[in-house]
């Protein structure tokens, strides 16, 4: 179907008497079939229906498992057997100069079943033939140029290279219209380029005005260590933020490699734009308003991609490496729809309610709307009506839990206190409450094994039973806006041991409701995270507060004096070409009462 037959569509008008000719039957077939493509190319799309596996059998050769496909026209391509190709002899292929292939499949007609034409003319071919066959092709192209070309996601995703180098290559992408009031996924994906042994040692901090992490801090730092060994082989990290409810309708990240990995990344910003609209109602808009020029400038290529194929260039030949079919897109069939659902009802996401085993007696099942989604939720798996659930109720709190080892300093004496050093508990900043338990170890019957044991409290009421044990008092101080907390351990009597093993369990609980005072006496107030920044004429830098007593809340940014640089209104700050020191005011939009300073040192 070309572009110029997309419409008007044309077909026969009859009328008594009409003289058909082969061009009236061919306008006939024409009809049917572009409607029926049109159909195809805007309700499933293109991709594989299903099989079109591909398998690389002994290096230079490939076999390609029977499937369908539709490709961005709407065609239907039908593999009906299983096919081996040589990589050498399918067209597009290249000895030289390419190291990575995109196995295709293209859709092809092929004139068969020649017979004699009777009422031919003078001069026209003495036969025929009588049928077409709707067939297929296998073609490499060059992946390179198959990326290159525009894409439908550029509309919905913005990404910028991250970093590259002879060995690795990263991109960072995310949604390019981010929903207030939701989670939303960031994306950090990376390549490698080569078949060196080399490390890759990430070190980044983005800042995020518009955003929070799961703690409550808008600063993300990506310290990661990738180890990546053939050429093509990608690894995925993921990073969920919350974007604040605000008056904004455009936010900056700014991406700042930290000073270690300085010399190989460069500062970057990604603009992100921000909205009211939930997900779902958006991404319905966006796609629904796409035009069909822009749908035919977004299809590169009329062939499905079917996998990536890398390739070694030796001496005598052209080996294939590796077959990564993970680019391949397959087209979701309403006909699998009942099986699918049928397995995803044997799991549940996290938050989600759990089934229950049995319901109380006399009672009916318990009503539960699975189509009401919360903010900061994947859209659940629909269960049956009939099903009955138990849901945690909300206030329960949020718990974690681990081990830390304590060494006791050499010849210790009774009374001399040790502390531990500071250990992130996991559960943010607020009201969290620790108690930790010393790991214990006592014989068993006829002292044929040992039982573990925790003594929680005063560890002292047990030295009776176990004279060996390290007779210690433990106590906790918490860190609430910094979300860790640190033990210290006194000494009691005689030093049996010089590492002291324990166990902490953590316990948070939710406030009560917004910007209420966390206890009696405590007054709300914001901090800036940086009281002084250092930055370099024209360099922007983002100023991330810390709230105390009180939850988040909108901000205000604001220049104390004019001609003191530039400030965007989500509070990224850009510096003047003037060295100075300069002070920005920042305030609560609805307690304008609460705010703070911070300065900017500008130099050369």
């Given at each position: 179907m070309d572009k110029a037959q997309i419409s008007p569509f044309e077909r026969n008008r009859y009328y008594y008497g009409k003289m058909l000719t082969s061009a009236d039957f061919q306008a006939e077939q024409q009809y049917m079939n572009q409607k029926r493509q049109f159909l195809n190319q805007m309700v499933l799309g293109s991709g594989v229906l299903r099989g079109l596996t591909v398998l690389n059998l002994d290096g230079l050769s490939i076999l390609v498992e029977s499937g369908a496909a539709i490709d961005s026209k709407g065609r239907?391509?039908?593999?009906?057997?299983?096919?081996?190709?040589?990589?050498?002899?399918?067209?597009?292929?290249?000895?030289?100069?390419?190291?990575?292939?995109?196995?295709?499949?293209e859709y092809r007609e092929d004139e068969v079943q020649p017979i004699y034409a009777v009422n031919r003319k003078e001069g026209q071919n003495e036969y025929e033939n009588n049928r077409i066959q709707e067939s297929y092709e296998l073609r490499l192209i060059d992946t390179a140029d198959l990326e290159r070309a525009f894409r439908l996601d550029s509309e919905f995703f913005v990404e910028t290279r991250l970093f590259h180098t002879r060995d690795y290559i990263g991109t960072l992408k995310m949604p390019a219209v981010a929903c207030k009031g939701r989670k939303v996924r960031m994306e950090l994906e990376v390549e490698k380029l080569s078949d060196r042994e080399e490390t890759l040692n990430l070190a980044y901090e983005l800042q995020l005005p518009a955003f929070s992490l799961m703690d409550g801090g808008q600063a993300l730092e990506i310290e990661k260590r990738i180890e990546l060994c053939l050429t093509g082989e990608k690894q995925k990290l993921d990073y969920w933020l919350f974007c604040m409810p605000s008056g904004l309708d455009e936010t900056s990240i700014l991406i700042k490699p930290v000073?270690?990995?300085?010399?190989?990344?460069?500062?970057?910003?990604?603009?992100?734009?921000?909205?009211?609209?939930?997900?779902?109602?958006?991404i319905r808009w966006e796609l629904g308003k796409t035009g069909l020029e822009i749908r035919e400038r977004t299809t590169h290529t009329e062939a499905v991609r079917l996998a990536d194929l890398y390739i070694r260039h030796t001496d005598m030949t052209c080996m294939i490496e590796q077959v990564d079919e993970s680019v391949r897109q397959y087209i979701p069939l309403p006909s699998e729809e009942v099986k699918k659902s049928e397995y995803l009802s044997f799991y549940a996401l996290a938050g989600e309610p759990q089934r229950s085993d049995s319901k109380a007696e006399g009672s009916g099942p318990e009503e539960h709307d699975y189509t009401k989604q919360e903010p900061d939720l994947q859209p659940p798996v629909l269960m049956p009506a009939e099903t009955e659930v138990f849901e945690i109720p909300s206030e329960w709190p949020e718990i974690s839990c681990g081990t830390l080892e304590i060494p006791l300093d050499e010849f210790m004496q009774e009374g001399d206190v040790c502390y531990s050093g500071e250990i992130i508990h996991g559960l943010g900043p607020g009201n969290v409450y620790v108690a930790v338990g010393l790991d214990e170890?006592?014989?068993?019957?006829?002292?044929?094994?040992?039982?573990?044991?925790?003594?929680?409290?005063?560890?002292?009421?047990?030295?009776?039973?176990?004279?060996?044990?390290?007779?210690?008092t433990t106590a906790v101080k918490v860190w609430t806006q910094r979300g860790c907390f640190q033990v210290a351990v006194r000494l009691n009597g005689k030093q049996n041991t010089v590492l002291l093993s324990m166990h902490w369990i953590a316990w948070k609980y939710p406030e009560s409701s917004e910007n209420e005072f966390v206890g009696p006496d405590k007054q709300r107030f914001i901090s800036p995270e940086e009281m002084t920044v250092n930055l370099k004429p024209g360099e922007k830098h983002f100023f991330a507060v810390s709230f105390h007593n009180m939850k988040p809340c909108s901000l205000r940014y604001e220049l104390t004096e004019e001609h003191t640089g530039m400030l965007d209104e989500d509070g990224t700050y850009k510096a003047p070409q003037k060295p100075g020191v300069y002070e920005i005011k920042i305030s609560c939009?609805?307690?304008?009462?609460?705010?703070?300073?911070?300065?900017?040192?500008?130099?050369?």
């Open positions: 239907e391509i039908i593999v009906g057997s299983s096919v081996v190709k040589k990589i050498s002899a399918l067209p597009g292929f290249q000895e030289q100069g390419v190291d990575r292939f995109s196995l295709c499949l000073k270690k990995w300085k010399d190989y990344a460069e500062e970057l910003e990604l603009k992100i734009r921000l909205t009211q609209e939930e997900p779902e109602s958006l170890t006592e014989e068993g019957v006829k002292s044929l094994r040992k039982i573990p044991g925790i003594i929680y409290g005063d560890a002292t009421l047990f030295t009776r039973q176990d004279p060996t044990a390290t007779d210690v939009d609805e307690l304008p009462e609460i705010y703070t300073y911070t300065y900017a040192v500008v130099s050369r």
